[in-house]
């Protein structure tokens, strides 16, 4: 237990649905993070969060829609989704160093194992 | 972030000391060595960080060569369950960044 959790753990979705991806972290962190790992690729990171506010969209489709409410929730809003997309979605938490230059490493979910149809 | 260079694949004996190398040549002085692991199917797990000198946590040691430019974690008494793959990453500290993963060492413990 890493102190993320991920819902569901698996997703299996056609191509026209609409579904959501929920991260919770309970460690008290302001960074949350996306990253998403297709088979025998590296993973690579989505989004970023800081104090709620994103940070970075390293040039994902916009059939990915990121929200965060709040420092402890992340989502993933899907729609429209193609076969490529399918993958393990990876969440993950960090402190935020700020200006002090403080290096904090980052908290991984278990992911979640999407499937699209 | 420097780029890093890792073998693909390493084999250990259980209960042996495993040693994975890492090359980051171009490292700057501001940026630290991470390193992270992720068993099958799971989320990757951090596993210890530094900037010039060692480190040492109750998972692993870390050594830093004098310029930088490589680095080696041991994992003094590997189990089974020590099979994973293995990431180095080098990146400054400054607020909320991103992990830029490798392909990482495919690590195997063999009993």
């Known amino acids: 237990e890493t102190g993320v959790t991920q819902t569901p753990r698996h997703l299996v979705m056609g191509m026209t649905n609409k579904k959501s991806l929920k991260c919770e972290q309970h460690l008290g962190h302001n960074a949350m993070y996306w990253y998403k790992q297709s088979a025998k690729k590296p993973l690579e990171l989505m989004f970023v969060y800081n104090f709620k506010e994103q940070t970075e969209n390293n040039s994902v489709p916009s059939r990915f829609s990121p929200e965060c409410p709040n420092s402890s929730h992340l989502f993933l809003h899907l729609h429209t989704l193609q076969p490529e997309d399918s993958a393990l979605y990876l969440c993950a938490s960090s402190q935020d160093g700020g200006r002090s230059g403080t290096s904090y490493e980052q908290y991984f979910g278990p992911g979640t194992r999407l499937t699209v149809t | 972030d420097a780029k890093t260079t890792q073998p693909t694949s390493m084999d250990c004996a259980e209960g042996r000391a495993a040693n994975l190398p890492c090359n980051h040549s171009t490292i700057s002085g501001n940026e630290y060595v991470y390193w992270y692991r992720q068993i099958h199917s799971q989320g990757p797990q951090y596993i210890i960080h530094g900037l010039k000198n060692n480190e040492t946590n109750e998972m692993a040691s870390l050594i830093i060569t004098e310029d930088r430019k490589s680095s080696t974690l041991i994992l003094p008494h590997a189990t089974l369950r020590d099979t994973a793959v293995y990431y180095c990453?080098?990146?400054?500290?400054?607020?909320?960044?991103?992990?830029?993963f490798g392909q990482g060492t495919r690590l195997t413990i063999n009993p």
């Open positions: 990453i080098v990146r400054v500290a400054k607020g909320a960044q991103k992990l830029v």
